[in-house]
T-cell receptor, first 111, second 111 residues
Framework: EDQVTQSPEALRLQEGESSSLNCSYTVSGLRGLFWYRQDPGKGPEFLFT???AGEEKEKERLKATLTKKESFLHITAPKPEDSATYLCAVQARTNAGKSTFGDGTTLTVKP | EPEVTQTPSHQVTQMGQEVILRCVPI?????FYWYRQILGQKVEFLVSFYNNEISEKSEIFDDQFSVERPDGSNFTLKIRSTKLEDSAMYFCASSDEGVAQFGSGTRLTVV
């Protein structure tokens, strides 16, 4: 069974204080690993897809990296508007597009 | 930018009643999904739909649930005889062969 574990559960940062979120996964043949951002009362908003170990993707202050067992979402010099819950999800090659999600990391950035 | 739209945004229903949640996926997408998120818990896969049939479903998706694509644009989730524990955010998503894009969800409250 595919599993995704995210840590920490919650993270409080000062504006400008860089940090990383972790996503550990087990999947029977990785098709893709996804990072989403979720604001309260909203649906997940797509950020990145990573397909193979060693791959990196960047968007503004966010950078996602992937190894064979985990992914990191690095946040550089965060701003208060980066406050949200960040979700990690995996898709296995063997299923029809089903994504398995982690519990998420709730990030709060204080000005 | 095209988006997945869901209606209603909030539905309150009496226990035992039937509800239909509606979704308009992105027009050129071929894969459709329903997920749910109970308050404070992770996003959980319910069902995937491709080529007018269910391609995968989770243990949650039992006989009280059904999905339909009644016309070329809508995708619906029906819950027969709702229970208190069905209270959750229900997210519709669609994809071509890549990343699933999510709607903003329908908050279902069963009283």
């Amino acid at each position: 069974e595919d599993q995704v574990t995210q840590s920490p559960e919650a993270l409080r940062l000062q504006e400008g204080e860089s940090s990383s979120l972790n996503c550990s996964y087990t999947v029977s043949g990785l098709r893709g690993l996804f990072w989403y951002r979720q604001d309260p009362g909203k649906g997940p908003e797509f950020l990145f897809t990573l397909y193979s170990a060693g791959e990196e993707k960047e968007k503004e202050r966010l950078k996602a990296t992937l190894t064979k067992k985990e992914s990191f979402l690095h946040i550089t010099a965060p701003k208060p508007e980066d406050s949200a819950t960040y979700l990690c999800a995996v898709q296995a090659r063997t299923n029809a597009g089903k994504s398995t999600f982690g519990d998420g990391t709730t990030l709060t950035v204080k000005p | 930018e095209p988006e997945v739209t869901q209606t209603p945004s909030h539905q309150v229903t009496q226990m035992g009643q039937e509800v239909i949640l509606r979704c308009v996926p992105i027009s050129n997408h071929l894969y459709f999904y329903w997920y749910r998120q109970i308050l404070g818990q992770k996003v959980e896969f319910l069902v995937s739909f491709y080529n007018n049939e269910i391609s995968e479903k989770s243990e949650i998706f039992d006989d009280q649930f059904s999905v339909e694509r009644p016309d070329g644009s809508n995708f619906t989730l029906k819950i027969r005889s709702t229970k208190l524990e069905d209270s959750a955010m229900y997210f519709c998503a669609s994809s071509d062969e890549g990343v699933a894009q999510f709607g903003s969800g329908t908050r279902l409250t069963v009283v």
